[in-house]
């Protein structure tokens, strides 16, 4: 099993070896069966369980950005996906006759470019005020030698105010041709935003989680359409008491229980089993509830040891309480009869009593903290058999 890397891998790497050389010393504690052990103590700080919530690492909740029908969905609840996949469309017909008519108005901007900057150059070089509306004839010739000349002295004309004045208005004309094709440009890259929008597509590697639409469907803007997790890596998020804030910090190992049911008999009675597990905080969100009190704290689970929305307890320690003695038995000798925990006690005479106790934390030694029910010198078995319970149960009734 291994932790999901966020920050650095090695640190997990490093870690899920630690975990795989202590886990096995639970089960090595006791090999014999009906081997009993006494009950010793254990000092350190007490623990608090906080419940929380397997939760993904990354999940995300595609919503529509437009209204619509939907056209296609690649898949069902638990179909995996690669990133860039596309997850969800909606109908786009309608945006795609409109950027074609788009690029035919682009079309006729770009032609009115082209005939703003021929008109010019043409007004540039051959100005329209100098042209003779006469032709070649005697009138125009005198029009332009004597008339034109005068009208000029007399200042009742300026060809050169009237030459500027054209070129101004052609270098205008140019002008907003270009700013029609910007216009046009813009809404074009609008269009084309709008077109992209109508298709979820995977930021990263996952499955779908959940299928709230169905194709046909006609949405609206902000409607949800599928949620979509990374199932690779999962955490537990935890609201943590914030007088327990102090003692915790990033990278922290710490130890979680996931409750998980198997058979615990041959008559196929389903039995509570706790799963211990070491965990690792990737998160400390900087801010308390302000209404409850509470720091949210996100741990790192080994990899395929839960499923995301699973009950799960992390044994958070609370450094501000006194140290305390609390027996300390083998994880081996806890058995549980539906959801209560009990150990095998050793009466005076040897013969094992079954007695309910209320378990704490795990020791990286592989041992259980008794919080209540039993005392530090008491025997008992540290791995009863299945069948220490009838056999004692038979003695009872026969008198024994």
Same mark, same amino acid.
């Given at each position: ?21 202590? $886990? ?35 999940e995300v909740t595609f919503a529509a950005q437009m209204p619509g029908r939907v056209k296609f ?21 309608? #945006? ?26 043409? =007004? ?11 032709? @070649?004839? @005697? ?10 000349? @005068?009208?000029?002295?007399?200042? =009742? ?24 094709m910007m216009r046009l440009q813009a809404e074009l890259r609008a269009l084309d935003s709008k ?29 949800? #359409? ?5 199932? =690779? ?7 943590? +008491?914030?007088? #327990?804030?102090?003692? $915790? ?65 992390? $044994? ?13 038995? +083998? ?20 013969? +094992? ?24 010198? =008491? ?22």
């Amino acid at each position: 099993m291994g932790f999901k890397a966020k920050p650095v891998r090695s640190a997990v790497t490093h870690f899920c070896v630690m975990a795989a050389l202590v $886990l096995p010393g639970l089960v090595q504690q006791a090999t014999a069966s009906n081997e009993s052990v006494i009950v010793r103590q254990a000092e350190g700080f007490p623990t608090v369980s906080v419940g929380g919530t397997v939760v993904p690492y990354k999940e995300v909740t595609f919503a529509a950005q437009m209204p619509g029908r939907v056209k296609f969905i690649a898949g069902i609840e638990g179909d995996a996906f690669d990133k860039d996949t596309t997850l969800v469309s909606i109908d786009t017909s309608e #945006l795609e006759a409109k950027r074609q008519a788009l690029f035919a108005q682009m079309a006729s901007a770009d032609a009115q470019i082209r005939n703003a900057g021929v008109q010019y150059n043409r =007004e540039l070089y051959s100005p329209r005020s100098n042209a003779s509306p006469g032709g @070649m004839g @005697m009138p125009n010739l005198f029009d332009q030698m004597f008339t034109r000349p @005068m009208e000029d002295f007399m200042g =009742e004309r300026d060809k050169d105010t009237e030459q500027s004045a054209d070129l101004f208005a052609s270098r205008t004309q140019v002008r907003e041709a270009h700013h029609q094709m910007m216009r046009l440009q813009a809404e074009l890259r609008a269009l084309d935003s709008k077109l992209r929008d109508a298709r979820s597509v995977a930021p990263f590697d996952g499955v779908i989680v959940s299928k709230l639409v169905e194709v046909g469907d006609t949405v609206q803007p902000g409607q949800p #359409l599928v949620k979509f997790a990374d199932m =690779e890596y999962l955490q537990v998020e935890v609201d943590v +008491p914030a007088r #327990l804030r102090s003692g $915790l910090r990033e990278g922290m190992m710490l130890r979680a229980e996931l409750d998980t049911r198997a058979n615990s008999s041959p008559a196929g009675q389903r039995a509570m089993v706790s799963r211990n597990l070491p965990v690792r905080i990737a998160q400390i969100f900087p801010m308390a509830d302000p209404q409850r009190h509470t720091i949210k704290v996100k741990f790192d689970l080994p990899q395929g040891t839960s499923e995301p929305g699973m009950y799960a307890t992390v $044994l958070v320690p609370d450094f501000n309480a006194p140290a305390r003695a609390n027996p300390i038995v +083998p994880a081996t000798a806890i058995r549980y009869n539906g959801s209560l925990p009990g150990v095998y006690v050793l009466n005076e005479q040897g013969r +094992p009593q079954l007695r309910l106790v209320r378990v704490g934390d795990t020791s990286s030694e592989g041992g259980v903290t008794i919080l209540s029910g039993l005392r530090a010198g =008491e025997r008992i078995l540290a791995n009863p058999d299945p069948g220490v319970a009838s056999g004692w149960s038979k003695a009872s009734d026969a008198g024994h």
